[in-house]
């Protein structure tokens, strides 16, 4: 029976919950806005099922990918729309060329991310571009199950938990399942990213759109007008990327306006992720780090490209792929774009996240302490203010990065490694 104690013993995979033959296990969402099971005792058999499928419980074993390329989608378009090079798409095409079907995470009508499937290029682009939030995973496993069972190809894409917890669902290897993880820091709160969102349009209503402060006033709703959300927007660049937010509003309004653009190191909610100040408690110490997951690829930004190989950095994304088995290294060769062979340890030099789970900060406890009664603009300032020596560090490091030293400094460096090819 799947009893959680110790919420860093649970990632959110609900596969315990697909896998119970009594559809006794809820989810209940906690304090921080994190989601958890909870079984009915007066329903369980105590058959066990859904502690075999948690990939808490049954880890898989560290390793190194086989092979380990640098690529990017040849459509400018599809890479413009993606997080980094585009490679997501490709292996997707891929796959649904050939009768397949893919999952991914998608915003669904509340801007909450959710797992689901598309049978047509299409459907593709809601599945395009990172998304902070964990997602909720549904029926997705069983519906997985359901077309491997009939012969269809599929591509599942999550992270590496998900994963992880899919394949301990399915309880068996098959030949038309191609899954595919990619290299996270972590998993944000959807409660916190819920109350940050109703905050920037109930600002933005109060101070600006009478249209949307009207339908706040009535009810209650400050999202509906929302139209489109992207935390990783290129136009500054790939590597100081946007975190933006469109609405079309009604009754004669702008269409389509900018409701806010800010960059990785101005956005409130960026700083609070990447501070790590509200991630699931499983994350900082993540089960399937050391690529563990049992995923047929990964991927991920190539973060350092510009180091070791800069004739292919334009600064609009370059992907990486990982590929573990044959499986995977079959469909890298079979993509339709250029891969650059690179050292495994060269995307550890730029992605720690691969092996190492994220430290919890001290300031973790504080901010969910005041976090329901305190506005997040106010409390996520207080809690990511850079010290002295922080501010000094990045002072030094815009001003070596402007003068094009900081680059030459770390080639220097990247051609006297023992890493180096």
């Not at 997080?83 to 991914?104: D, H, M, N």
């Not at 990486?320 to 995307?347: P, R, T």
Request: charged letters at 25%; hydrophobic letters at 35%; aromatic letters at 10%.
């Amino acid at each position: 029976m799947i009893h959680i104690t110790d919420r860093e013993k649970c990632c959110g995979c609900e596969a315990c919950i697909q896998r119970c033959p009594q559809q006794c296990i809820t989810l209940h969402e906690d304090g921080e806005g994190f989601l958890y099971p909870e079984t009915d005792e007066g329903r369980c058999i105590d058959c066990g099922l859904c502690e075999k499928v948690c990939p808490v419980i049954f880890q898989g074993t560290g390793r190194r990918p086989l092979n380990v390329y640098a690529a990017k989608n040849p459509d400018e378009e599809i890479r413009w729309e993606s997080s980094s090079g585009g490679v997501f798409t490709l292996l997707a095409e891929k796959i649904l060329s050939e009768g397949g079907v893919v999952f991914g995470a998608r915003f669904d009508a509340r801007w909450e991310v959710v797992h689901d499937y598309t049978e047509n290029v299409e459907g593709l682009s809601a599945f395009r571009g990172s998304k902070y939030v964990q997602s909720r995973i549904g029926d997705s496993f069983r519906q997985t199950e359901c077309f491997l069972k009939t012969g269809r190809k599929v591509l599942f894409s999550g992270t590496p938990c998900q994963i992880a917890g899919l394949k301990l669902f399915l309880k068996k290897e098959y030949d038309n399942l191609l899954t595919v993880d990619f290299i996270c820091h972590g998993v944000p709160s959807p409660g916190v990213w819920r109350k940050y969102l109703k905050e920037i349009a109930a600002r933005r209503a109060a101070g600006k759109n009478t249209v949307l402060y009207a339908s706040l006033n009535k009810s209650g709703d400050v999202l509906r007008d929302i139209s489109f959300i992207s935390f990783r927007d290129k136009t500054l660049s790939w590597k100081k990327y946007s975190f933006v937010v469109c609405f079309s509003a009604t009754d004669g309004a702008e269409k389509n306006s900018v409701l806010l653009s800010e960059d990785l190191h101005t956005n409130l909610f960026l700083k609070g992720f990447l501070a790590d100040l509200y991630l699931r408690p499983s994350c900082y110490a993540c089960p399937v780090k050391k690529l563990k997951s049992g995923s047929d690829l990964t991927i991920g930004d190539f973060w350092g490209v510009e180091y070791v190989l800069p004739r292919i950095d334009d600064g609009q994304g370059v992907s990486i792929i990982m590929s573990h088995n044959l499986k995977g290294q079959n469909i890298c060769s079979s993509l339709n774009c250029d891969l650059w062979e690179i050292a495994y340890e060269q995307v550890i030099k730029g992605n720690s996240a691969v092996t190492n789970s994220c430290i919890k900060p001290l300031q973790r406890k504080i901010f969910f302490d005041r976090y329901e009664s305190v506005a997040l603009n106010d409390l996520i300032v207080q809690l990511t203010q850079l010290g002295c020596k922080q501010r000094l560090r990045r002072f030094i490091k815009n001003i070596l990065l402007k003068s094009g030293l900081l680059v030459k400094i770390k080639r220097y460096a990247n051609r006297n490694s023992h890493f180096d090819r």
